[in-house]
Nanobody, 117 residues
Framework: QVQLVESGGGSVQAGASLRLSCAQSGRTPVLYAMSWFRQASGKEREFVAAISVGAFPHYADSVKGRFTISRDKAKNTAYLQMNNLRADDTAVYYC???????????WGRGTQVIVSS
């Protein structure tokens, strides 16, 4: 089974930028759409961004214009470039294989993003 490992989170000030990475490991994966989700403390997991096999992106309204999803197919890695971070971006960020969903029966550990105002 393919394992997804998120990295790149941290604690930053509002207005800063971070780039999250989602590395796929294990057996050679079949090409999938990729998505990012996040879950803030006490809230439901919510969709953030998705990128199709053909590299077509889609974003939640809350991050449009600030976040960019991309992928490097050769490296089996997806990215989430987050600019102009706000306090309400604070959450644990998870990646998943699927178009705005998780096609697997598992979630990674996620990577914590904390934005201080």
């Amino acid at each position: 089974q393919v394992q997804l490992v998120e990295s790149g989170g941290g604690s930053v000030q509002a207005g800063a930028s971070l780039r999250l990475s989602c590395a796929q490991s294990g057996r050679t994966p079949v090409l999938y759409a990729m998505s990012w989700f996040r879950q803030a403390s006490g809230k439901e997991r919510e969709f953030v961004a998705a990128i199709s096999v053909g590299a077509f992106p889609h974003y939640a309204d809350s991050v449009k214009g600030r976040f960019t999803i991309s992928r490097d197919k050769a490296k089996n890695t997806a990215y989430l470039q987050m600019n102009n971070l706000r306090a309400d971006d604070t959450a644990v960020y998870y990646c998943a294989r699927g178009w705005m969903t998780n096609e697997d029966n598992d979630w990674g550990r996620g990577t914590q993003v904390i934005v201080s105002s």
